[in-house]
T-cell receptor
Framework: GIQVEQSPPDLILQEGANSTLRCNFS?????LQWFHQNPWGQLINLFY???GTKQNGRLSATTVATERYSLLYISSSQTTDSGVYFC??????????FGKGTRLSVIA | DAGVTQSPTHLIKTRGQHVTLRCSPI?????VSWYQQVLGQGPQFIFQ???????GRGNFPDRFSARQFPNYSSELNVNALLLGDSALYLC?????????????FGEGSRLTVL
């Protein structure tokens, strides 16, 4: 199956700062999702983005499928953005494979 | 519309016992997948079912089994529990088989094995 690597593993931001999270994958993907895991463990869907760019409020994501990476941008961060961000991809008939996540802490 | 629902939300078992976790997918979704997430790691794929048939199995021992019912709900069973089975078990549903479409996750069942 594919390998998914996320960076950075940990990130601390001052409230109001911007950040970029990166996801590299080892093979071409036909599904790429970004999730935010809340403190209670639920995975909240942020983007379904096998390719291209999408925006939702202060969040946006870009996937460059030919270069096998995806970026998640968080602008004007808020304390409620804290948590773990996962990207996950699948290739062919493989199941969705998750990275190890980026743990984001936003400090007031 | 209701999202993916899982039960129970928390449970505590002792080594050697058996556990059954339940999942109801989003209405209209025919595919259910199970994932295990241990502390500090990303979720790991266990099973996928589509139209009541197993369509994929991850690298887990035979103590793990699952099934899907005619109403598309699903059960995950784990026999002879080990301490290492302590984890958050997540269920995901999607409208199609695993390699198409977006997956939506439930809140999870947090299992502690003592």
């Amino acid at each position: 199956g594919i390998q998914v690597e996320q960076s950075p593993p940990d990130l601390i931001l001052q409230e109001g700062a911007n950040s970029t999270l990166r996801c590299n994958f080892s093979d071409s993907v036909n599904n790429l999702q970004w999730f935010h895991q809340n403190p209670w463990g639920q995975l909240i869907n942020l983007f379904y983005i096998p390719s291209g760019t999408k925006q939702n409020g202060r969040l946006s994501a870009t996937t460059v499928a030919t270069e096998r990476y995806s970026l998640l941008y968080i602008s004007s961060s808020q304390t409620t953005d804290s948590g773990v961000y996962f990207c996950a991809g699948l290739s062919g008939n493989t199941p969705l494979v998750f990275g190890k996540g980026t743990r984001l802490s936003v400090i007031a | 519309d209701a999202g993916v629902t899982q039960s129970p939300t928390h449970l505590i078992k002792t080594r050697g016992q058996h556990v059954t976790l339940r999942c109801s997918p989003i209405s209209g979704h025919k595919s259910v997948s199970w994932y295990q997430q241990v502390l500090g790691q990303g979720p790991q794929f266990i099973f996928q079912y589509y139209e009541k048939e197993e369509r994929g199995r991850g690298n887990f021992p035979d103590r793990f089994s699952a099934r899907q019912f005619p109403n598309y709900s699903s059960e995950l069973n784990v026999n002879a529990l080990l301490l290492g089975d302590s984890a958050l078990y997540l269920c995901a549903s999607s409208p199609l088989v695993m390699n198409t479409g977006e997956l939506f996750f439930g809140e999870g069942s947090r299992l502690t094995v003592l």
